[in-house]
């Protein structure tokens, strides 16, 4: 949902004390706060004959965040966060149109596959000529949902989820080799990840799997960088047992999308954003949560640090 996004970020970071002489080593940041605020949209046509012709489920978002950056095995940084979501045109009623939340987490940074597969010969063999990265994350987050713009308290959820990516080089084409590894601007992403979400609404406490494929294209230097970009994701949902519901809710989601990503600098901010298209279908066993829509999306991140 967070799809166009406008953000302006503040770091603040302090160092350990180094007992050397040598003062033109410079060690890298242990702690950083970053402030973010965002705005968004995320529109789809809806079908002939539905209450409203458009449905808008973009965010709009602030927030900080402070992290840790060598918390555990001097690699898998700790974070905290929180913030304040609003989506304005939300369709669903029924949903909140605005949250609180608060997050911690640990992980989410890059680590050599290499590292991680140094006992496995067999498969580091297979994965040599590629230069992989593994991102391990596991996340825990408490959401207040609000009626209106934080007018109401609506529901509580939390959400206990773990997975990773794994980020390589286009497995089809090497530009270069360097040490008997691939070197190239292709870039190929794959992830999974398991989640529970418990809420106060006894309809939203469900368990959800989810994989994805990303496949992003060499840059364009022009005054910007630009490279384009295509993604797969696939994603189950189990439902609790609710009383009043005759059976137990399970739905499969599928997303195509594809556009372009740019990213440049201004006078010392760096932007990155993205603008596309994207396929979406929601096969469920209760028939009246079936849909297939197409959304245009776009995004937009502005970050300073000092």
């Not at 706060?33 to 809806?46: D, E, K, P, Q, S």
């Not at 949902?145 to 090497?174: A, V």
């Amino acid at each position: 949902m967070k799809n166009l996004r406008i953000f302006s970020a503040a770091a603040l970071s302090c160092y350990p004390t180094f007992a050397q002489a040598d003062s033109t080593l410079t060690p890298p940041p242990q702690w950083e706060a970053t402030a973010t605020m965002g705005i968004g949209f995320n529109a789809a046509r809806l079908p002939k004959g539905s209450a409203q012709d458009l449905v808008d489920e973009g965010e709009h978002e602030v927030s900080i965040e402070i992290v840790k950056s060598d918390f555990l095995f001097k690699t898998w940084p700790l974070r905290f966060k929180g913030g304040a979501t609003y989506s304005p045109q939300a369709f669903d009623d029924q949903d909140p149109s605005s949250a609180t939340y608060a997050e911690i987490g640990l992980g989410n940074t890059a680590k050599n596959l290499d590292d991680l597969l140094q006992r496995n010969t067999l498969l580091k063999r297979h994965v040599k000529k590629y230069e992989g990265k593994i991102k391990p994350y596991f996340l825990f987050r408490h959401t207040d949902g609000q009626s209106g713009f934080i007018d109401g308290h609506k529901r509580y959820d939390d959400n206990l989820s773990g997975g990773f990516s794994y980020t390589t080089n286009n497995p089809w084409h090497c530009s270069a080799i360097e040490d008997g590894v691939c070197k190239s601007n292709w870039k190929l992403i794959i992830g999974a990840d398991i989640a529970r979400n418990w809420s106060s609404d006894g309809t939203q406490r469900y368990w959800q799997t989810k994989a994805s494929v990303k496949g992003i294209t060499p840059s364009l230097d022009l005054t910007a960088k630009f490279n384009l970009f295509a993604k797969f994701d696939v994603s189950r949902r189990s439902f609790d047992s609710v009383p009043q519901l005759v059976k137990d809710r399970k739905d499969w989601s599928y997303k195509t999308s594809g556009g372009v990503e740019v990213t440049f600098d201004i006078h010392g901010i760096d932007f990155a954003g993205n603008a596309g298209l994207r396929y979406q279908v929601r096969n469920s066993n209760v028939d009246a949560n079936d849909y297939h829509r197409t959304y245009g999306f776009g995004s937009l991140e502005a970050s300073v640090k000092f």
